[in-house]
Every structure is written in structure tokens, then in C-alpha cells.
């Protein structure tokens, strides 16, 4: 048996042959295929752009975020450990010294991904405590580093009986083998079903698409260079020109040439059956090209990496919905994980005991993103009375504490629950909340089976009423405006919450500017009770903005799926912006309405001379009928506008050449949309419709008596003439 002391010395004397042909570049892969040297790709980082594309995609953002350390667990608190920290910054070695974490992240990740498994061999020092180090001057710092070795260098050697594994063997650049010790290595790898010791690498089923596309890439080149020879040909057909001929030929094409050169044009004249050819330039076909991009997919695919990233767009998003967040949700975190837990073990054989260690994904830009965009959706919770105390632990926000966090606050007052008082009632000073009275407007708004306004804006779906129509023109016509019954109710909604929001107002001014007791009131003007016109222009508009978008994107997705079209829809920023623009002038305009109507409401309440109660029950009576009647119309024009405009360019998107106008042939349709009722025109045409030109049903550059809360749709249709 071999002293301890013994091996240990060899090891270290063989340490400087295992560094030697260790490391090597990074980019140096493992030849996994049988091809001949002409046709195989024995360097697939080097030599296939998706693999190194799709590897650097994986690693970067791995490489990009904080590695953190605790002693509790791994996402918790952040321990200080400025040793720890530094020995991480630097924590391998290599031919020319130390090297960076990124690098090691980057190394490491890509011999996961090319072999299924990584190597980090340590020198003997790990084996026994820093402080009790026979060799002080063998080694790296006080935190001994480890080198990256070729997974196709190490051999596992394991005992006769079980196949248990019981060391390792590593072959240095020399080809001199050395025996390593389990503790001295860290073996990451990912999952082989077909072998319980080593791993299993992505890139094997990426093989064949990564040979693919470099013989097509290199047959491309070839291609290339074969069109370099652009020299005439000269044909004859009756026999090979003698050599008065042929020196006839060659001067006149030297003279032809050196005067096209000064700018001249000289005919050539040949006798005899002598042509003439250039010769023809060759490229791959669309095709071609094609097939090489599914290559690129199919790499992407092995590597984890979402296929359309290897694709050009117009614009990148990096929320929620994005391709980046499906990357580092669905295979950057988990990879890291494999990292995080090799690090861990690194740091228990450098004597730290108890050791966490994570990658802090909270500061990547695209986690920002979608932090974002769960707080904006935690906060209509917050509106309907949860606290952002059960708000961040429910939806995992992160937030820190902050005071009033656990506060409940009711929606539209905006006042903590249990404070708030109904002011327009006489038990106000008694406790009655307004909590209730709220929900009761908010479920006459939204429950349609006791609502009878909604139930009459959707009672064509129950069944075709008026004159004749034809039964499958009826069924075509419920099923497209069955399907904006969500979108109607989410204006509606949005409506109502502002317009009760803006009512509460009213009525805190009702009860401090009013003289308690019925009958009695103190001089004042309508104004001086009325909420700010500009406050609640923007609140309408910015509510409903959001629905807007939302219905331009669902009727688009809608159209598509009409005309069996499976890419995605998008409406083009200009035409939504355009759009906005054109409808917020409406709804501000709507806004002044409903602001008039109030301020007169209460004029009449003070010529009336109404006290608190009266003034309060007149309130509720008018912005209640606004909700039951202005609101629906808004919300059923709202919706026919953004239906109509997402549909026309989704129909263009598509590309359909003809449209047809279609009515509900309802008794109250207008009589001038039941005359354009079948109308077919191009798309790129208007319809022609009660005198003026419309491009489709709702078209906001419609007058008001054509568009209003009109339900009629555009279909695509076929050519009239066939």
C-alpha cells in the first residue's frame, strides 16, 4: 500500500502534466461522429454556427447574473464572505494562469452541452484541511482552484463487483495516464439512460442536423467558387477552328474588351458556326435555404433554446410572453441549478462547510421585465381589497415590506376597509359601508342573467327576428358576435369602475358642502361638487387603452384562425397608435357627456333645494343610468371598432382578396346597414354604406349615426364573379 504521504506527492508532481492539454481552448470539442474527415464535423462549436450560437445562448445569461452565497438556503439571505467572493471571481486555473468565473460558466456549460458532462479536478490539497497543508508552497491561493479538463480524457474506473465507481483515470497531452481520487473531482453531467456513470450530451441528437447544415453550408461555398470562372466559351459547330482561326477570335475579343474598358462598344463578326456563351452564375434555390433553417431549428431544439430565436424579426420583446423568459425559465435556470450544486460541493472540499450557492436571476433584465408586469397585474387585485402583503406571497413577487403593506383598501373609494361611509344614505353616520353598495352596482353591471340591459344588447344571439334572412347567413352572423360578448363586457367594466370611482367623489362633496337634514341646503353651484373633466378624461382613457389592444389582438387571432392560418397575428405599432389615437378623441368626447349630464343632474338638485339624502339618491339614480345605458353603447362601439380594424388587417395579413358586410337582420338594424347587408367589394376596397364610404363595420372615420353601437361584421368571402 501506498503511504498517504507518497500519493500525495506524486499527485502533486503529476499536477503540472494533468494542467498541460487540460484546459486547451474552450472551443476544442469531442469528434462524436464517423464520418470521413471531408464530410464530418469533428469541431461542432467551431464549425456549425447554431451549436456555438445556441450554446453561447444558454451560457451567456447564466454567465451575466450574480452567484451568491448563504449558509441558510439557496435564494435566501446573502452572506458577506469576502475570501469566498474573491476565490470565485478566479475559481479555475489554466495554461496561462488563472481564469475568470465567466469562463468557467462558459466552459463548463458547453462541455454539458456537447458531451453531457463536465469535469473540475482539483490538486491533493482538498483532501485534507487548508490549515494542516503539508505543501504550502503547492497550490493556488488559500482557496485551493481546480482545472477544466476534456470529459473525453477522463476514464471512470470502477471496482470489479458492483461497478462501483471507484476513481478516475486522466489522460494529460503527453498520453501519460493519471490516477485520480473521487474527492479530487467534481463530475456535472446531465441524465444517460444508457450509462449510469457518465453523461449523456445534447448536441448527439443534434448531430445529424449540425452535419446537415455544414455539408449544405459547405456545398453552398463550392458553389460559390465554381461561379469564379467567367470567362467566354467558344463553340464551334462544325469542327475545331484551325490556328489562323482561333488566333482571329482571341484578338478581336482582346480588342472588343480593351475598348469596352475606355467606355466603346465594338460589334464582334465571326464567320463560320462559331458562338459565343457566358457562362451561367448558379445558386441554391429557396428551398435549399429553407431546409437549412430547419437545420438551425432542430439545434436549437436539442440545445433547449426556443427555434424561432434563430430566426430575424422586426422586434424583440423579453416579458412574460417572449421566447427569452421560455430560455431562461425552461433551461438557463435548470443548468444553472447544475452549476450552483457543483460550486457547492467545490466549496465543501475547500473546507467550507454549510455552504448555498445560487444565480441571482432577479437582476436579469428580462426577470425585470416580467416582475414588472406581475406587479401591473397584482394591482387590480389590490383595487378589489387584498392587501400587497397577500398579494407578493401568492404571486411570488419579491417585494420587500413596506408600512401599510397588510392595509385593505376597498375599490373605487380607495380608503381603508372599514372606514369608508355610503355618504348619499342616512346611515352613514351609523356604519353602513360603501363596500356593499359597490358590489351590488358591480354585479348589476356584470351578472347577465339578472341584467336585463346586457341581456337586450345580446338578445340577437337567442335567434333571428325581422324579415326573412337566410339561415345560415343568421348562424354565420351569431357566431362571429358570440365571440366579442368578453371584449363588450371588459369595456363595460373598465367603464363602470371609473365612473363609480369619480361618483364617490361626488358624493364626499355632497355630504362636507351640504347642510345635514332633508330640505336644507347652503348656497352652492353644481361646480362646486363636480369631479375634474381632465381627471376623468384620462382615467376613461388610459382604462380603456389596455382593452383596446387586448380586443385588436383577439379579433386578429380570431381571423386567422377563420382562414386556417397558423402564424401569429400582430397589429403593426403604427396602425394601433393610429387607431388609440382616433378612438380617445371619441371616448374624450364621450367624457364631456357624461360630465355635462351630471353637472345639469345636480344643478336640478339645487334649484330643487335636495338635502344630503335627496341630493345622494338623485346622484346614485344618474351615474346608475349612465352605467345601464351611455356606458353599453360605449362599450358595444368600442368593441365594433376594434373588431373592425383588427379584422381588416388580419384579412389583408392573410391575404384575402374580398370582404362581405353582414347585419344581425335584426328589426332594429338601420336601414341603410340592411341595404349593404351582402355586399361584397375587395378588400382594399370600402363598402358603400348610408352615403359615405366605410373600410368596415365600425370604421372610426364613419359618422356617428353609421358606427354607433353597431353590430354588423366583415367576413372574407370569394370572388363575386366565381
Same mark, same amino acid.
Given at each position: 500500500?501506498?503511504?498517504?504521504?507518497?500519493?500525495?506527492?506524486?499527485?502533486?508532481?503529476?499536477?503540472?502534466?494533468?494542467?498541460?492539454? !487540460?484546459?486547451?481552448?474552450?472551443?476544442?470539442?469531442?469528434? =462524436? !461522429?464517423?464520418?470521413?474527415?471531408?464530410?464530418?464535423?469533428?469541431?461542432?462549436?467551431?464549425?456549425?454556427?447554431?451549436?456555438?450560437?445556441?450554446?453561447?445562448?444558454?451560457?451567456?445569461?447564466?454567465?451575466?447574473?450574480? =452567484?451568491?452565497?448563504?449558509?441558510?438556503?439557496?435564494?435566501?439571505?446573502?452572506?458577506?464572505?469576502?475570501?469566498?467572493? +474573491?476565490?470565485?471571481?478566479?475559481?479555475?486555473?489554466?495554461?496561462?494562469?488563472?481564469?475568470?468565473?465567466?469562463?468557467?460558466? !462558459?466552459?463548463?456549460?458547453?462541455? =454539458?452541452?456537447?458531451?453531457?458532462?463536465?469535469?473540475?479536478?482539483?490538486?491533493?490539497?482538498?483532501?485534507?484541511?487548508?490549515?494542516?497543508?503539508?505543501?504550502?508552497?503547492?497550490?493556488?491561493?488559500?482557496?485551493?482552484?481546480?482545472? &477544466?479538463?476534456?470529459?473525453?480524457?477522463?476514464?471512470?474506473?470502477?471496482?470489479?463487483?458492483?461497478?462501483?465507481?471507484?476513481?478516475?483515470?486522466?489522460?494529460?497531452?503527453?498520453?501519460?495516464? %493519471?490516477?485520480?481520487?473521487?474527492?479530487?473531482?467534481?463530475?456535472?453531467?446531465?441524465?444517460?439512460?444508457?450509462?449510469? &456513470?457518465?453523461?449523456?450530451?445534447?448536441?448527439?441528437?443534434?448531430?445529424?442536423?449540425?452535419?446537415?447544415?455544414?455539408?449544405?453550408?459547405?456545398?453552398?461555398?463550392?458553389?460559390?467558387?465554381?461561379?469564379?470562372?467567367?470567362?467566354?466559351?467558344?463553340?464551334?459547330?462544325?469542327? $475545331?477552328?484551325?490556328?489562323?482561326?482561333?488566333?482571329?477570335?482571341?484578338?478581336?475579343?482582346?480588342?472588343?474588351?480593351?475598348?469596352?474598358?475606355?467606355?466603346?462598344?465594338?460589334?464582334?463578326?465571326?464567320?463560320?458556326?462559331?458562338?459565343? #456563351?457566358?457562362?451561367?452564375?448558379?445558386?441554391?434555390?429557396?428551398?435549399?435555404?429553407?431546409?437549412?433553417?430547419?437545420?438551425?431549428?432542430?439545434?436549437? &431544439?436539442?440545445?433547449?433554446?426556443?427555434?424561432?430565436?434563430?430566426?430575424?424579426?422586426?422586434?424583440?420583446?423579453?416579458?412574460?410572453?417572449?421566447?427569452?423568459?421560455?430560455? $431562461?425559465?425552461?433551461?438557463?435556470?435548470?443548468?444553472?441549478?447544475?452549476?450552483?450544486?457543483?460550486?457547492?460541493?467545490?466549496?465543501?472540499?475547500?473546507?467550507?462547510?454549510?455552504?448555498?450557492?445560487?444565480?441571482?436571476?432577479?437582476?436579469? /433584465?428580462?426577470?425585470?421585465?416580467?416582475?414588472?408586469?406581475?406587479?401591473?397585474?397584482?394591482?387590480?387585485?389590490?383595487?378589489?381589497? $387584498?392587501?400587497?402583503?397577500?398579494?407578493?406571497?401568492?404571486? @411570488?413577487?419579491?417585494? /420587500?415590506?413596506?408600512?401599510?403593506?397588510?392595509?385593505?383598501?376597498?375599490?373605487?373609494?380607495?380608503? /381603508? +376597509?372599514?372606514?369608508?361611509?355610503?355618504?348619499?344614505?342616512?346611515?352613514?353616520?351609523?356604519?353602513?359601508?360603501?363596500?356593499?353598495?359597490?358590489?351590488?352596482?358591480? @354585479?348589476?353591471?356584470?351578472?347577465?342573467?339578472?341584467? #336585463?340591459?346586457?341581456?337586450?344588447?345580446?338578445?340577437?344571439?337567442?335567434?333571428?327576428?325581422?324579415?326573412?334572412?337566410?339561415?345560415?347567413? &343568421?348562424?354565420?352572423?351569431?357566431? %362571429?358576435?358570440?365571440?366579442?360578448?368578453?371584449?363588450?363586457?371588459?369595456?363595460?367594466?373598465?367603464?363602470?369602475?371609473?365612473?363609480?370611482?369619480?361618483?364617490?367623489?361626488? =358624493?364626499?362633496?355632497?355630504?362636507?358642502?351640504?347642510?345635514?337634514? +332633508?330640505?336644507?341646503?347652503?348656497?352652492?353651484?353644481?361646480?362646486?361638487?363636480?369631479?375634474?373633466?381632465?381627471?376623468?378624461?384620462?382615467?376613461?382613457?388610459?382604462?380603456?387603452?389596455?382593452?383596446?389592444?387586448?380586443?385588436?389582438?383577439?379579433?386578429?387571432?380570431?381571423?386567422?384562425?377563420?382562414?386556417?392560418?397558423?402564424?401569429?397575428?400582430?397589429?403593426?405599432?403604427?396602425?394601433?397608435?393610429?387607431?388609440?389615437?382616433?378612438?380617445?378623441?371619441?371616448?374624450?368626447?364621450?367624457?364631456?357627456?357624461?360630465?355635462?349630464?351630471?353637472?345639469?343632474?345636480?344643478?336640478?338638485?339645487?334649484?330643487?333645494?335636495?338635502?344630503?339624502?335627496?341630493?345622494?339618491?338623485?346622484?346614485?339614480?344618474?351615474?346608475?343610468?349612465?352605467?345601464?345605458?351611455?356606458?353599453?353603447?360605449?362599450?358595444?362601439?368600442?368593441?365594433?371598432?376594434?373588431?373592425?380594424?383588427?379584422?381588416?388587417?388580419?384579412?389583408?395579413?392573410?391575404?384575402?382578396?374580398?370582404?362581405?358586410?353582414?347585419?344581425?337582420?335584426?328589426?332594429?338594424?338601420?336601414?341603410?346597414?340592411?341595404?349593404?347587408?351582402?355586399?361584397?367589394?375587395?378588400?382594399?376596397?370600402?363598402?358603400?354604406?348610408?352615403?359615405?364610404?366605410?373600410?368596415?363595420?365600425?370604421?372610426?372615420?364613419?359618422?356617428?349615426?353609421?358606427?354607433?353601437?353597431?353590430?354588423?361584421?366583415?367576413? +372574407?368571402?370569394?370572388?363575386?364573379?366565381?
Amino acid at each position: 500500500m501506498i503511504p498517504k504521504r507518497g500519493l500525495r506527492e506524486r499527485l502533486a508532481g503529476a499536477w503540472s502534466l494533468v494542467m498541460r492539454g !487540460s484546459i486547451a481552448p474552450f472551443d476544442r470539442v469531442i469528434d =462524436l !461522429s464517423g464520418l470521413t474527415a471531408t464530410e464530418k464535423v469533428g469541431r461542432p462549436y467551431a464549425q456549425s454556427l447554431w451549436v456555438a450560437r445556441a450554446i453561447k445562448m444558454v451560457a451567456d445569461p447564466i454567465a451575466s447574473v450574480p =452567484l451568491h452565497f448563504g449558509t441558510e438556503e439557496r435564494g435566501g439571505n446573502a452572506i458577506n464572505d469576502p475570501e469566498l467572493d +474573491a476565490a470565485w471571481q478566479e475559481p479555475a486555473i489554466g495554461p496561462e494562469g488563472a481564469v475568470c468565473l465567466r469562463d468557467v460558466v !462558459s466552459a463548463t456549460i458547453g462541455w =454539458l452541452k456537447l458531451s453531457g458532462e463536465a469535469f473540475w479536478v482539483f490538486d491533493d490539497r482538498v483532501l485534507v484541511k487548508p490549515k494542516a497543508l503539508p505543501f504550502p508552497d503547492v497550490g493556488f491561493g488559500a482557496v485551493a482552484q481546480f482545472a &477544466i479538463v476534456r470529459p473525453d480524457r477522463m476514464r471512470h474506473v470502477t471496482d470489479k463487483r458492483g461497478g462501483r465507481l471507484t476513481g478516475w483515470e486522466y489522460t494529460d497531452g503527453a498520453g501519460i495516464a %493519471h490516477t485520480l481520487l473521487t474527492e479530487q473531482v467534481i463530475h456535472l453531467k446531465l441524465w444517460n439512460p444508457y450509462d449510469d &456513470i457518465r453523461g449523456l450530451g445534447e448536441y448527439e441528437s443534434a448531430q445529424l442536423a449540425a452535419e446537415s447544415d455544414y455539408m449544405g453550408a459547405n456545398f453552398k461555398l463550392n458553389l460559390a467558387r465554381n461561379n469564379g470562372d467567367q470567362g467566354v466559351y467558344i463553340i464551334a459547330k462544325s469542327g $475545331i477552328p484551325d490556328d489562323a482561326q482561333r488566333k482571329q477570335i482571341v484578338a478581336q475579343l482582346r480588342e472588343k474588351r480593351e475598348l469596352q474598358q475606355r467606355g466603346m462598344f465594338k460589334p464582334v463578326f465571326l464567320t463560320g458556326d462559331i458562338s459565343i #456563351e457566358d457562362p451561367k452564375v448558379r445558386v441554391v434555390d429557396a428551398a435549399f435555404n429553407e431546409s437549412m433553417m430547419q437545420d438551425a431549428h432542430r439545434i436549437f &431544439i436539442a440545445f433547449g433554446v426556443p427555434p424561432s430565436m434563430a430566426d430575424v424579426v422586426p422586434s424583440y420583446s423579453v416579458g412574460s410572453a417572449s421566447d427569452y423568459y421560455r430560455l $431562461i425559465r425552461d433551461t438557463c435556470t435548470p443548468t444553472g441549478k447544475i452549476f450552483t450544486e457543483a460550486v457547492e460541493s467545490a466549496t465543501q472540499r475547500q473546507g467550507r462547510e454549510g455552504v448555498f450557492a445560487w444565480f441571482d436571476w432577479s437582476n436579469h /433584465p428580462v426577470m425585470k421585465e416580467v416582475r414588472r408586469e406581475a406587479i401591473t397585474a397584482a394591482t387590480p387585485l389590490w383595487d378589489r381589497g $387584498i392587501s400587497w402583503e397577500v398579494i407578493n406571497e401568492t404571486l @411570488d413577487l419579491g417585494l /420587500p415590506e413596506f408600512d401599510g403593506w397588510d392595509e385593505r383598501y376597498l375599490p373605487f373609494s380607495v380608503s /381603508p +376597509a372599514g372606514m369608508a361611509r355610503d355618504i348619499y344614505s342616512p346611515e352613514a353616520t351609523t356604519g353602513a359601508d360603501v363596500a356593499g353598495e359597490v358590489d351590488d352596482v358591480k @354585479d348589476d353591471v356584470e351578472d347577465d342573467d339578472d341584467d #336585463e340591459a346586457i341581456k337586450e344588447m345580446f338578445r340577437a344571439l337567442k335567434g333571428p327576428r325581422g324579415k326573412a334572412r337566410d339561415a345560415r347567413e &343568421i348562424e354565420l352572423w351569431k357566431s %362571429h358576435f358570440a365571440k366579442r360578448r368578453a371584449t363588450a363586457k371588459l369595456y363595460l367594466s373598465r367603464f363602470n369602475k371609473v365612473l363609480f370611482e369619480f361618483r364617490a367623489e361626488v =358624493l364626499r362633496k355632497i355630504e362636507s358642502k351640504l347642510t345635514r337634514g +332633508a330640505g336644507t341646503t347652503t348656497k352652492a353651484a353644481a361646480a362646486d361638487f363636480l369631479f375634474d373633466l381632465g381627471a376623468f378624461k384620462d382615467a376613461i382613457t388610459i382604462n380603456l387603452r389596455g382593452v383596446a389592444l387586448n380586443a385588436m389582438q383577439v379579433a386578429g387571432e380570431q381571423m386567422f384562425a377563420e382562414v386556417k392560418r397558423d402564424d401569429p397575428f400582430k397589429v403593426p405599432d403604427a396602425r394601433a397608435k393610429e387607431f388609440l389615437a382616433q378612438r380617445e378623441v371619441r371616448l374624450k368626447g364621450a367624457s364631456e357627456e357624461v360630465w355635462a349630464s351630471i353637472r345639469s343632474e345636480l344643478q336640478d338638485g339645487l334649484d330643487a333645494g335636495d338635502g344630503i339624502k335627496a341630493m345622494g339618491d338623485r346622484i346614485r339614480s344618474k351615474f346608475n343610468g349612465i352605467s345601464r345605458g351611455r356606458a353599453e353603447t360605449i362599450a358595444m362601439t368600442e368593441t365594433g371598432a376594434a373588431y373592425g380594424v383588427a379584422r381588416e388587417e388580419a384579412q389583408k395579413q392573410a391575404g384575402i382578396q374580398f370582404k362581405k358586410w353582414l347585419t344581425s337582420g335584426l328589426s332594429n338594424v338601420r336601414s341603410a346597414h340592411s341595404h349593404a347587408n351582402g355586399q361584397v367589394v375587395a378588400i382594399d376596397e370600402p363598402f358603400y354604406v348610408g352615403g359615405e364610404y366605410l373600410n368596415f363595420p365600425g370604421d372610426p372615420s364613419g359618422s356617428p349615426g353609421n358606427v354607433i353601437n353597431c353590430h354588423c361584421v366583415s367576413v +372574407a368571402t370569394e370572388d363575386p364573379e366565381t
